[in-house]
């Protein structure tokens, strides 16, 4: 056993990812064993080298060096290769939600300049995407990893043989500033942008988190990563940290699989969780604890750790739960709680050379707008405006468009996003702590809130709930028990089957607002005359 500890220097991170896995490689062995697939197929760094090089030899063809490629795949063996594979020959690998819908990948497409997409016959079989692929075959060429197996030409067979021996002969070597990956918003507010980071963005931030938690990883850590590569937070810190840090990643195909999940942990001996808050109560609640026994961290981030899913863990199994908190912008991770300076309530304290400034907000006290500035801040964004202009950042400044408040001892708090505040009476309300009262008084179930426009006072609350027989007398009679403003409160409850979530396990704020509109919308009065002409037209 190895304890993983690095003092971050920027200098380090000025390589490429391909070549922070060759570092790994090196530094942990190459007959190392680092990734163990949802088909249980398990790989060594070697494996891992050759099969990229082997693959992105093949790939290269009608595409060109700095191309962005589309990665359309799950979380897997297969993903990763194909990530490397394209990094490993100079193209930039597109990783696209397959939960988007066509709108919004065709959208993506027009922005990156996409115009190949790699994906699997299997994975687009077994989840049912051939509406989805028939509906982009005009836009782009879907090339297929099956099929590229079985025409692997000498030249590729080649590269995959040499390339892990001579690295430096097949491998390109772009600028450590050039765009390394590319992702997507998910286009909630509009249409989906482009995130280009470049490969010092993302291994920078793998360096500032092991920077971070100095001592707390092990060589022997086994990282279960069920979260999407097409989300920054499940490919830096689901996958990346555990390949350049030495640790095997377990791979699982999709979050949803609430039941599969916990088994799949507790056979596999994983010792450290990736999740959301959503995903991390839905595997506790369906398990028994035993099979998370063996975990030592569930490191959540994305979106806010509710109070009940700390109790419903600690009732249930020993593990500590550290939160944290980013944005795709910043490769992702921004902030995280520390063993031994965990600080529930917070997402702990900023990365190592990070630069933090906070903007005033009119109508919020001792807290502001945060704006970030560092080494893990991406080069800029992609718009369908202007398809593959990179859009740089004034300054080089990330504005998160959260409301973050620090404490004395660095501690950040998120009070919510700008456009989750409602105003009231001249006041700001922020409507995640409407959702916390709600989830306080009925915390086995979902609740969102929207404002809508209200001819009084401005804006309005409302909560959904999947709760069917919430009532507002209820959280009225908590919240003067325990202090809360009524300002806080809805001023009505809307039940639902459920609450809109995106791929990823966030909140899908752009649906809830919808849904919530859509509920508040009068209802038409339906007069005697317009009952009778209905009848009419019924008995016709």
């Given at each position: 056993?190895?304890?993983?500890t690095?003092d ?9 990812v391909?070549?922070a ?7 942990y062995?190459?007959k ?9 197929r ?10 990229s090089f ?5 790939l ?5 060096s700095?191309?962005?490629v589309?990665?359309?795949l799950?979380?897997g ?7 490397f ?22 959208a993506a ?6 115009k ?5 016959h299997r ?21 297929y ?15 995959g ?11 390109a070597?772009p600028?450590h500033?050039?765009?390394?990956v ?15 980071l470049s ?7 793998v360096?500032?988190?092991l920077?971070h ?14 979260l999407?590569t097409?989300?920054?937070f499940?490919l ?8 350049f ?56 981030g ?9 109790q ?5 199994c020993?593990?500590?739960?550290l ?12 902030a995280?709680n ?6 529930p309530g ?6 190592p ?9 009119p ?11 560092g080494?893990n ?6 718009q ?5 202009v ?8 990330h ?8 404490d004395?001892?660095?501690y ?11 105003k009231?009476?001249?006041?700001m309300v922020?409507?995640a ?7 306080a ?10 404002s809508i426009p ?17 009532d507002?007398?209820e959280?009225?009679?908590w ?6 403003s009524?300002?806080s ?52």
């Open positions: 056993m190895t304890t993983i690095a971050f220097d920027v200098r380090s991170a000025q390589q490429s391909f070549a896995l060759l570092e790994a490689r090196g530094k062995g190459g190392r064993e680092i990734i163990h697939d949802a088909d249980d398990k790989l060594t760094y070697n494996d891992l080298v050759q099969a082997a693959l992105g030899s093949a290269r063809k009608g595409t060109k700095g191309e962005a589309g990665v359309l799950p979380t063996a297969g993903a990763v290769i194909a990530f594979a394209l990094n490993a020959f100079g193209r930039v690998p597109a990783m696209l939600n397959f939960t988007a819908g066509a709108r919004n990948l065709k497409f027009k922005a990156g300049q996409i190949t997409v790699v994906t699997a994975f687009i079989d077994v989840g049912g995407l051939d509406d989805l692929v028939s509906q982009l075959e005009d836009e782009v060429d879907f090339v990893l099956e099929d590229v197996r079985e025409n692997l030409g000498l030249r590729d067979k080649l590269a043989g040499l390339g892990p021996l001579m690295p430096w002969v097949f491998r070597k600028s500033n050039a765009a390394g590319i992702l997507f918003t998910s286009g909630t507010e509009g249409d989906p942008k482009g995130v280009v490969h010092v963005n993302v291994v920078a931030n360096k500032q988190i920077a938690v100095p001592d707390a990883l092990t060589t022997d850590d086994t990282v279960f990563n069920p999407p097409f989300h920054c499940g830096t810190a689901g996958a990346l940290l555990p390949l840090g030495g640790m095997k990643a377990v791979f699982h195909p999709s979050p949803l699989h609430v039941k599969e999940i916990p088994k799949r942990i507790e056979d596999t001996k994983s010792t450290l969780l990736f999740a959301t808050d959503t995903f991390l109560s839905q595997y506790v609640r369906a398990s028994s604890g035993e099979e998370l026994s063996k975990l030592r961290f569930a490191i959540c994305a979106e806010r750790v509710r109070d009940e899913t700390r419903l863990v600690k009732r249930k020993e593990l500590e739960i939160e944290g908190y980013g944005a795709t912008e910043a490769s992702p991770v921004l995280v520390q063993p031994g300076a965990n600080r917070t997402v702990g304290r900023a990365l050379g990070l630069e933090l400034f906070f903007e005033p907000v109508g919020i006290n001792s807290a502001g707008r945060m704006k970030v500035r080494p801040v991406m080069s800029g964004y992609l369908i405006d202007k398809p593959g990179i859009q740089p950042l004034d300054g080089g400044w504005d998160t468009g959260d409301v973050v408040s620090r004395d001892e660095g950040l708090t998120i009070r919510g996003r700008i456009k989750r505040f409602a009231i009476g001249g006041e922020s409507l702590v409407v959702e916390n009262c709600a989830s008084v009925w915390p086995d179930h979902d609740h969102a809130a929207a209200d001819p009084r006072k401005g804006e309005q609350i409302v909560l959904l709930s999947t709760n069917a027989e919430a507002r007398s959280l009225v009679a919240a003067q028990t325990h202090g809360v009524e300002l409160l809805p001023r009505k409850i809307y039940h639902v089957d459920e609450v809109p979530v995106l791929g990823t396990g966030k909140m899908d704020l752009g649906g809830i607002q919808h849904l919530a509109a859509e509920l508040s919308a009068p209802k038409p009065e339906i007069t005697a005359e317009a009952s009778e002409d209905a009848q009419a037209t019924t008995d016709s």
